[in-house]
């Protein structure tokens, strides 16, 4: 899923090439992508775009007479800049060109929301704290503010803004903190850590982010970064320490980590494995490369 260094990238992107621009009209090939009826889209149409900003993980694009089309790429949902092609969920068509969106696979998790002004947007946005304009203080009180580990409240859209599985992978890897730490148990200097690698991972990725594009519409937008520490990188040595990138598996999402630099080298549990080996559960890495041989023979 897009998250916040890839959306600001293609905010920057769309105010560069919609600022000013007439909105002509959208065609929408998929039943399932417009989540609203009130205000219509004949609303939109013919509207000139003056804002055109991040909410969370949406983009929410600001007509003149005040409303919103409001995008969620969601996990597989993409933008490019160009005409409509067969596979094209839908494509909006502006006085300077034409914004394609396209989604993977079968599930259509896409949204489109048309929402009438700001009270319209702040009922879409889940309130989550914007990490880059708040203080430490402020940074440290959310995140104590509910005892959970600290992968599910870095992801949690409604204490942070824009984090999603990732960068909350890289942000715990420069912290040196454990993702099944719990929130409440921290130190005030760990605290501090997070909230340092929370800021240095989000503008470093979307200082990258926006280097790569080179002024360019961001095309490759993608959750599997070369040059991430740790996310979708199992097995794969730690660029701080060579030891092997272990995970977590919960549903279709993974966590990643060092168990090193994070755990101490304690391997944490995976939900698949530990059924597997139940009481044999391995301590460390090593010990489970060589219950994992033992087993495939």
């Not at 092609?85 to 489109?112: D, W």
Request: hydrophobic share 40%; charged share 25%.
């Amino acid at each position: 899923m897009p998250e916040l260094p890839d959306v600001t990238v293609y905010v920057e992107a769309l105010r560069e090439r919609i600022g000013g621009q007439t909105f002509r009209r959208a065609l929408i090939r998929s039943p399932f992508l417009l989540r609203s009826v009130d205000p219509p889209m004949s609303a939109a149409e013919n509207q000139i775009v003056r804002k055109v900003r991040r909410v969370g993980k949406r983009i929410a694009i600001g007509l003149e007479n005040d409303v919103w089309l409001v995008l969620h790429l969601m996990i597989a949902g993409r933008l490019h800049w160009r005409a409509a092609g067969k596979n094209a969920l839908a494509t909006f068509e502006f006085s300077s060109g034409s914004l394609q969106l396209t989604e993977a696979g079968t599930q259509h998790r896409a949204a489109l929301h048309l929402v009438q002004g700001e009270d319209g947007l702040r009922a879409l946005d889940p309130g989550g704290l914007e990490v880059l304009e708040a203080t430490a203080g402020e940074f440290g009180r959310v995140l104590q503010s509910e005892n959970h580990t600290l992968k599910r409240s870095l992801t949690d859209p409604r204490l942070f803004s824009g984090i999603g599985n990732a960068y909350s992978d890289e942000i715990l890897h420069r912290a040196k903190l454990s993702p099944v730490a719990l929130s409440q148990r921290l130190s005030a200097a760990d605290v501090d850590h997070l909230y340092a690698a929370v800021r240095e991972v989000l503008v470093e990725w979307t200082d990258r982010l926006r280097a790569d594009t080179g002024g360019k519409f961001p095309e490759k937008v993608t959750a599997f970064r070369e040059g991430m520490a740790v996310h979708g990188r199992f097995k794969l040595p730690c660029p701080r320490c060579g030891a092997k990138v272990q995970r977590i598996r919960y549903a279709a999402n993974e966590t990643n980590y060092c168990p090193e630099c994070q755990t101490g080298g304690k391997l944490l549990a995976d939900r698949s494995l530990s059924r597997l080996l139940r009481e044999d559960w391995p301590r460390t890495p090593d010990e489970l490369d060589l219950k994992l041989e033992r087993t495939s023979r």
